[in-house]
């Protein structure tokens, strides 16, 4: 899961293997949440969302399942390439207007 | 379509100067986002604007402030910058707000304050 500090959390794979990358959520109230990657020296980008009515939702290569009993989401990258690597992360929407937390991230290795 | 633009890429300040971000959108998005990010923390949001004319303080307001004068450009001012702020910032842009939208992101401004 991530965790806000100076060390991201780190996960090697190798090439062709597949990822999974969690995300532990805070507030019961949210209903959307949104997975991004961020490679070095770039902006997030959009990878896949999900809202809270559904519990999987399946992207190219990507797949994301949400656990709302547990508060939790989980990222799945199938045949994991090079270009995966990055930093990713989630972010849940809040009960404010127009406001998103954002996890402090995975970094994603991915091993030739 | 560009996107998100953000100018400038890099910049070095002496504590107590001041400075313009300038953050552009092609996308005729409502919603603009300003973010800072931390080594090893996720994004926090700075300040944000529903629409031209409005801005709304997020979770780390002190020190900046904002103006949205158009709809595609969202102005982050450091009046005096201080270490502290030394950080990456983003900007972002959504079509519709809360719940309903991503948000795109820019490429980011790497500010360090000396």
């Known amino acids: 899961g991530e965790s806000v500090g100076l060390h991201l959390p780190t996960l090697s794979v190798q090439e062709g293997d597949n990822s999974i990358i969690n995300c532990a959520y805070s507030?019961?109230?949210?209903?959307?949440f949104i997975w991004y990657k961020q490679e070095s020296g770039k902006g997030p980008q959009f990878i896949i969302d999900i809202r809270s009515n559904m519990d999987k939702r399946q992207g190219q290569r990507v797949t994301v399942l949400l656990n709302k009993t547990v508060k939790h989401l989980s990222l799945q990258i199938a045949a994991t390439q090079p270009g995966d690597s990055a930093v990713y992360f989630c972010?849940?929407?809040?009960?404010?207007?127009?406001?998103?937390?954002f996890g402090s991230g995975t970094k994603l290795n991915v091993k030739p | 379509n560009a996107g998100v633009t953000q100018t400038p890429k890099f910049r070095v300040l002496k504590t107590g100067q001041s400075m313009t971000l300038l953050c552009a959108q092609d996308m005729n998005h409502e919603y603009m986002y300003w973010y800072r990010q931390d080594p090893g923390m996720g994004l926090r949001l700075i300040h944000y604007?529903?629409?031209?004319?409005?801005?709304a303080k997020g979770e780390v307001p002190d020190g900046y402030n904002v103006s949205r004068l158009k709809k595609q450009n969202f102005l982050l001012g450091l009046e005096s910058a201080a270490p502290s702020q030394t950080s990456v910032y983003f900007c972002a842009s959504s079509q519709a707000g809360r719940g309903t939208d991503t948000q795109y992101f820019g490429p980011g401004t790497r500010l360090t304050v000396l």
């Open positions: 604007s529903v629409g031209e004319g409005t801005t």
């Open positions: 507030n019961s109230a949210s209903d959307y």
């Open positions: 972010a849940e929407n809040s009960e404010d207007f127009n406001k998103f937390y």
